[in-house]
């Protein structure tokens, strides 16, 4: 696993990259609402998916705002877009984070070899 741990780093961030542009672009269409399950139902999948990679990784706090985000998504009676819009911002940053914390990890596993 050690000879692929820098390839899995790439994907994931590059994946996650991919996600986190995603859920913003979901959220700042045209007519989103918090209250309707049609746009509520692909963000909780998002974010499912998005928990599972970041958790797969240890991103401890990135997993943590995305159980949230699916939390609400599935739960529409507790959703609301000003929830949601801090939710996903509060992921967009948590990933900003994270990738700048793998981007030097990237960088150490470069300099071993």
Same mark, same amino acid.
Not at 45 to 66: I, V
């Given at each position: *696993?050690?000879?692929?741990?820098?390839?899995?780093?790439?994907?994931?961030?590059?994946?996650?990259?991919?996600?986190?542009?995603?859920?913003? +672009?979901?959220? !700042?269409?045209?007519?989103?609402?918090?209250?309707?399950?049609?746009?509520? @139902?692909?963000?909780?999948? *998002?974010? $499912?998916?998005? @928990?599972?990679?970041?958790?797969?990784?240890?991103?401890?706090?990135?997993?943590?705002?995305?159980?949230?985000?699916?939390? $609400?998504?599935?739960?529409?009676?507790?959703? !609301?877009?000003?929830?949601?819009? +801090?939710?996903? +911002?509060?992921?967009?940053?948590?990933? !900003?984070?994270?990738?700048?914390?793998?981007?030097?990890?990237? +960088?150490?596993?470069?300099?071993?070899?």
């Amino acid at each position: *696993m050690e000879g692929e741990y820098p390839a899995l780093l790439d994907v994931f961030i590059k994946d996650s990259e991919k996600r986190v542009g995603e859920l913003n +672009q979901l959220i !700042s269409a045209p007519g989103f609402s918090a209250e309707s399950a049609a746009h509520l @139902k692909p963000l909780g999948m *998002m974010a $499912h998916s998005f @928990k599972g990679s970041s958790g797969n990784m240890g991103a401890t706090r990135l997993t943590e705002l995305c159980r949230l985000l699916e939390e $609400h998504a599935r739960s529409q009676a507790s959703a !609301s877009s000003t929830v949601i819009n +801090q939710l996903v +911002q509060a992921i967009t940053d948590e990933f !900003s984070v994270v990738r700048d914390l793998f981007d030097v990890e990237l +960088q150490a596993c470069a300099h071993r070899r």
